[in-house]
Every structure is written in C-alpha cells, then in structure tokens.
C-alpha cells in the first residue's frame, strides 16, 4: 500500500487543476492506498465550508462529492497554515475532515513514509 500526500494548490481560480488532482486522490484512495490532501496557496479555499461545491467541472462526481468521499475514506484535509490565513479565514470556516497544519507537518508525513504528488 502506498502512502500519499497530494499538494493541492488550487481551487477557484483553476478548477479544472483542483478537479483534476481531487480525482486522481480518490482514484488513488479507492485502490486502497492511504492519502492526505495537503492544501496550500489558493487550495486551502477547498478546507472551507461551501467553495467545493462551487466549482463546476464536468465528470461523473462534483468536486465537493470528490471532498466527501476522500474525508469518508479517511483522508485528512490539511490547510497549510500561512496560506489559509493569508486569505483571513477563521478556524470555525473549515469543513468536517479539514484541520489548519503547520509545515512541519507534512515535513513529518513525508518522514513517515509518504510521498509527495505534485501533478
């Protein structure tokens, strides 16, 4: 079982590009492999109650179904902290499954054993 970590760094302003990896963690998920979205720069927006369900990509699952199902199946949502209060969002903003992360946290995720996937 491999163990990854993917760096989401975009929501709103290129949905295709959150869409795009959102798939590729829960195609990865779905074959039994253990993931962690780690949210950063413009990504830390999908950690935020009601923004997945903005966008608006073609596919068989919405990207706020994608959030669902990655939280149901154990996936945190990491917003990095700087970026998420860069934008001013407030801890009580968050969605179930998202928690505010320093960077040493991915640090000791990817000490654990986790890979980074940047796509």
């Known amino acids: 079982m491999a163990r990854l970590a993917f760096l989401l760094a975009h929501s709103t302003e290129a949905p295709d590009r959150a ?4 798939a590729m963690a829960l195609a990865t998920q779905r074959a039994g492999h253990e993931v962690v979205l780690w949210l950063t720069g413009e990504g830390v927006r ?9 966008l608006r990509e073609p596919g068989p699952l919405g990207a706020a179904e994608m959030v669902a199902a990655l939280v149901a199946g154990g996936a945190p949502l990491l917003c990095e902290r700087r970026s998420f209060e860069v ?33």
């Open 87 to 119: 934008r001013e969002f407030e801890a009580d903003a968050l969605r179930p499954g998202a928690a505010v992360a320093e960077p040493e946290r991915l640090a000791a995720l990817l000490a654990d054993g986790f890979q980074a996937v940047t796509p």
């Open 46 to 54: 999908l950690g935020v109650v009601h923004v997945a369900e903005t």
């Open 19 to 22: 869409v795009t990896v959102l």
